[in-house]
């Protein structure tokens, strides 16, 4: 991948890790209120503040916001080495959209069903530039 679907692709993995940190941010009282706003907003109820304060949730938050970090890390360490070839983007197409199918629908059955509206929108980021460039092509 090269040119402006690389930058693109290299920007996405870098909005990834963002994402973690406003996650991994939402376990420390005091730097929580996105974390805290992000979590209200997919809820659509304002009462799940008193559940976010939960100790539980705040770790829970906190962990998925590392391995969110981790991923998106992952991820841009992958794109940027020169030689990644068509397995290698196949492997990490599979796995986001293993995430998106499972992150989803956890989301839908849980009630949190914005959160698999935004699934599809960082889906739908991933896929833009992939396909457009043709990685996934056989050589």
Do not use: E
């Amino acid at each position: 991948m090269t040119g402006a679907w690389r930058v693109w692709i290299i920007v996405w993995c870098w909005a990834v890790v963002a994402f973690g940190a406003l996650l991994a941010a939402g376990a420390i009282p005091g730097i929580d209120a996105p974390a805290r706003a992000l979590f209200i907003l997919f809820s659509g109820d304002p009462a799940t503040a008193d559940v976010y304060a939960h100790p539980a949730v705040r770790f829970g938050l906190g962990l998925q916001g590392a391995l969110t970090i981790g991923w998106g890390l992952t991820m841009l360490a992958l794109v940027r080495t020169p030689s990644i070839g068509v397995s290698q983007w196949r492997a990490l197409s599979v796995a986001l959209f293993a995430w998106f199918v499972i992150d989803s629908a956890i989301s839908i059955s849980t009630g949190f069903w914005l959160n698999a509206i935004s699934n599809t929108g960082l889906l739908v980021a991933y896929l833009i530039p992939v396909l457009a460039s043709g990685v996934l092509k056989r050589a």
